[in-house]
């Protein structure tokens, strides 16, 4: 039995095998709880939301509407990323270096995931966002629950969340993270590593609504060639039939205790034992 479970573990366990990332397209829509803005210039696929008055402010939150197909990282790259849309800043003003305001919500971030054979699969991110304005520049940035890295002087980390989806055979990880979706660049000695490019944002008007595009985020996606439950099921039933028709088949080790007959007594069952009644011997 301990065998037959060890071997159990090892399928499922061992199920799960990395790979070479594969052909897929994903798109996304973002949505906050908070009431619709209007008279604030948006694009296709964007909202409004109000999050203030005097002055009005809030979010324009855009998704990627369009399929758009997901590429490794850079050559040879097991996950790839990409852009999961925005949350930028918007406040109705004249001027903007006098505006000193902030709030918070909740966002909720859809991922369609789409295979080379047409499947879609499907995962979900929410939580809190703060957005606001201060010195002259907007602000947004999504929050996360952060873990203490147990060292001294370094303050408690956020944690991006992960979702994951199967997809036919394949399982998918997604990450969403606050930013701009990273480059790569090949260094010297072959390796691929991040590459940063500093910039400044800058608010931009169009008629009485400032905006800012500070609030970006982004997607990295892994992606693992798993079997189907059920076939995984019939594969460890597999393995246990097999175990135990082997098991059936292996010559026995066990010897049987034979068991011997008993010495004939010299006396009969209920006359008391020899001990207590003298024997009678025959007479010739």
């Known amino acids: ?23 897929f397209e994903y798109r996304t829509t973002l949505r906050t709880d908070l009431t619709p803005a209007a008279g604030v210039p948006t694009i296709a696929g964007e909202t409004a939301y109000q999050m203030g008055a005097s002055p009005t402010f809030g979010v324009i939150a855009g998704g990627v509407p369009d399929w758009t197909t997901g590429g490794p990282a850079y050559p040879g790259a097991d996950f790839a990323v990409g852009s999961a849309g925005r949350l930028n800043p918007f406040a109705v003003a004249d001027r ?11 966002y909720t971030l859809d991922v369609e995931l789409r295979d080379a054979a047409g499947r879609v699969g499907v ?13 002259s520049n907007g602000y947004v940035g999504l929050l996360f629950d952060t873990i203490d890295p147990g060292t001294g002087g370094i303050p408690p980390q956020p944690v991006p969340p992960t979702r994951s989806v199967r997809i036919g055979g394949t399982l ?12 790569y660049r090949q260094t010297d000695d072959g390796h691929w590593e991040k590459e940063w490019y500093p910039a400044d944002s800058v608010p931009f008007r169009d008629g009485g609504v ?19 439950p059920g076939t995984l099921i019939l594969a460890g039933v597999g393995v246990c039939g097999a175990v135990a028709a082997w ?14 007959p008993a010495p004939p007594l010299p006396f009969r069952i209920g006359q008391g034992s ?11």
Request: charged letters at 20%; glycine letters at 10%.
């Open 247 to 260: 098991c059936r088949r292996r010559p026995s080790t066990h010897v049987s205790a034979r068991r011997l």
């Open 123 to 135: 995962v979900s991110f929410s939580g809190r966002f703060e957005a606001g304005w201060w010195d």
């Open 172 to 183: 998918y990880d997604v990450r969403l993270d606050n930013g701009w979706a990273p480059l």
């Open 96 to 106: 903007v270096d006098s505006v000193s305001v902030g709030g918070n919500g909740r």
């Open 1 to 23: 039995m301990r065998l037959l479970t060890t071997i159990g573990l090892f399928v499922v366990v061992s199920s799960a095998v990395a790979g070479p990332l594969p052909t």
């Open 274 to 284: 020899p001990r207590s009644r003298p024997l009678h011997r025959c007479r010739r």
């Open 210 to 228: 400032w905006s800012e595009g500070v609030g970006e985020l982004n997607l990295t996606v892994t992606a693992s060639e798993t079997p189907e």
